[in-house]
């Protein structure tokens, strides 16, 4: 299967002219395909992508109308986030062209004309198919899910498969095609999902750790001994394995399911630096990852910390299955879940109409229908106005008064401009009902204590913010609420806490282990934002050194 490179630009004599050069050139070796509008090309991808076709790269012209170069490109990258990115610009252009590098991370772009293309097309674009052919791209386009809309296993692997980049196809088994699928594969339907994978193998409801495995993830490390194991693959996790491999240390970054966290679930993150037209969580937590592996650190995934121990100079870290693995230091970075909702019926739901976080994953199975969301905080606020773009309605459910003590204020301005969206204060989830999925809600006004019971198929949950330490019962020092406490805050009298070892006092993100640092939300009073989650990341690195020159 030829791997495709894909121009667009909306003067036909140009985009005939362009595929002409490529074809000259690169016809042997990638198909060229050519698009004269961005809706025309997106489409093309997203037939492409089905088929599991690679894409090496992507040229677009600046000035299109309807849509712009960058805001193709940008939209191209949710479906190719490996496809090398080019722009094809005036020279009146060049500041738009330079901008895009941050804001949809463009790889080139080029001045037109470029005759003679011997001297300024191909060189540039050998150069980004060089770059290209280096990253391992994986096969798994035509993976395939078969399962029940309403199975909440099934809405478990869609978002482990999804949250991890491994594209696939969805099936659902009163369908045609998916019954087609059972009958081939000889599973029948009450041992759903299955997954088939690109050789054609199934797999019959498998874990985590088993689709992960056959899909070419890292789900075991290499080595017995680190110089740095960081635990937790959200933005802190992430930032604190990239600049510990950089700097140097041996480092493994354990993930329990995939690397980004409650930031990797965000539709658009608009207050991140050095992104003006924001970024999602997605293409933020995969640029991170490859970035770190860039530096040498070791990702591994589908592994559950449950155990950490001091042996001597050593660290260890207990795995569920019974494994573990030893460093000189650790830093814990497992962020913060949401809390569950105790509500009568929520569990019997959960997966079958009613979902915590996961609102990118279940947006397109949302359209035209009436949406829920419980929670005032950011991720709240975003999933509010991503989900909008394609539900009828969107109702927010807080138990506060109003958003302006727990949400940004660029997100309430854009909830309270959007027709679509509505806020209910002082209003919390009394109860669910359904047969078999999820059919309407309960509502309770806590200011007037009447209830009212509403028809909706969609509840999304991001209430509240749970560290899940428990694991760390009895090694580490937590607060009341299960936060990591670190630094100044476990000093008493000039002392360090009871236990600890050393004779100096404890660094500024070091817990009550020496040699055992917290970074991001996991840390007793931190600030819960993805920029100050990164930059712990960062500076627990340079405390690790620290401890490594004076334990």
Known sequence: MKPVILSVDDDPGVSRSVARDLRRRYGERYRIVRAESGAGALDALRELALRGTPVAILLADYRMPQMSGMEFLEQAMDLFPTARRILLTAYADTNAAID???????????LKPWDPPEEKLY??????????????????SDTKIIGH????????????????????????????????????AGVTEDRLPVVITTEGDALVEPSDAALGDRLGLTVSPSEEFYDLVVIGGGPAGLGAALYGASEG??????????????AGQSSRIENYLGFPDGVSGAQLAERARRQALKFGAEVVTTQDVVGLEVNGAARTVRFADGRS????????????????????GIDDF??????????????????EQDVYIVGGANSAGQAAVYLARGARSVTILIRATSLEASMSYYLIKQIEENPKITVRPCTEVAGVAGDGHLESIT????ATDATTTVDAQYLFLFIGAAPRTEWLDGVLVRDDHGFVVTGPDLVVDGRGPAGWTSARLPHHLETSVPGVFAAGDVRSDSAKRVASAVGEGAMAVMLVHRYLANP
């Open 100 to 110: 895009a590098i941050n804001v949809i991370d463009l790889d080139y772009y080029l």
């Open 123 to 140: 060189p540039v674009l050998d150069a980004q198919l060089e770059a290209w052919c280096a990253y391992d791209h994986r096969a798994t």
């Open 149 to 184: 809309r309403w199975s909440a296993r099934s809405s478990e692997i869609r978002e482990f498969l999804a949250r991890n980049q491994l594209p696939y196809r969805w099936y659902m088994s009163d369908e045609s095609e998916g019954a087609r699928l059972l009958a081939a």
């Open 249 to 262: 240390l041996r480092t493994t970054l354990i993930e329990r399911t995939a690397t980004g966290g409650q």
């Open 325 to 344: 693995i030893s460093a000189q230091t650790i830093i814990l970075s497992t962020g913060v879940a949401y809390r569950r909702l105790d509500a009568p």
């Open 350 to 367: 959960t997966g079958r109409g009613v979902f915590y976080g996961s609102a990118m994953t279940e947006a397109a199975r949302c359209a």
């Open 443 to 446: 509502l309770h006004n806590r």
